[in-house]
Structures are given as C-alpha cells and as structure tokens.
C-alpha cells in the first residue's frame, strides 16, 4: 500500500505546484494566501507519503483529496483534476491493501 499512495501523493504535490502557478496568474486571491495554503498541502502530502501506513493517515489522504476537490473554487480546473486524484488516491488505499494481504498470505504459506 505504501509505494502505490506515496507515487499518488508525490503526484499530487506536483499537481499542487503546477496549480499554485495558474492560480497566481488567473484567480483573485493573493500570492501570498495562494502559496501558504499551496504550501502547507505539499509539505503534507510528502510527509504523508512516510506515514501512510500508520493509523488515521489514510483519513488524512482522504481530507487531503477533499481540500484539492474544494481548491476547484479557486481555479475551476481542480474540480476536475481533484476528481481524478480522489479516484486515484482510493485505488492506491483499495489495491495497495489487497496487494498487502496477498503478500502476507504468501509470506505465511512459505514460512509453513
């Protein structure tokens, strides 16, 4: 589950820095307000990326997918984009978790 939501969430730091570069340029709201809020979401989602299989990150994730779903009202793009990393975020939280427990079922199979 680790690789596949950590490749997610540096993927979507990247998002995160392209978007802050648009919305300095087409949005209303101010630089400064713009990268510390873009900020503060990348410097989350890289340090999520070590602390994704601790309990309750992956309720942060889920947090995290919604604040770049509501980042749609800045820049009507990441409604979209934020749509596609929601999507991507629960395929990395679902098949990481089954790979985890196929893994751990060969594991033990060898060890018997």
Do not use: N
């Not at 730091?13 to 087409?26: C, K, S």
């Not at 990268?35 to 889920?62: D, E, K, S």
């Amino acid at each position: 589950m680790r690789t596949l939501c950590s490749s997610t969430l540096i993927g979507e730091a990247l998002l995160l820095l392209f978007a802050g570069l648009v919305a300095m340029q087409l949005s209303h709201v101010s630089t400064a307000t713009i990268w510390t809020v873009t900020g503060i979401a990348m410097l989350l989602c890289v340090a999520l990326c070590g602390a994704v299989t601790r309990p309750g990150a992956v309720a942060v994730g889920w947090a995290l997918q919604i604040g770049l779903i509501a980042s749609g009202f800045v820049l009507p793009t990441m409604f979209g984009l934020g749509a596609v990393f929601a999507g991507l975020w629960w395929c990395s939280v679902h098949y990481g978790r089954r790979i985890d427990q196929i893994k751990a079922a060969r594991e033990a199979a060898a060890a018997a």
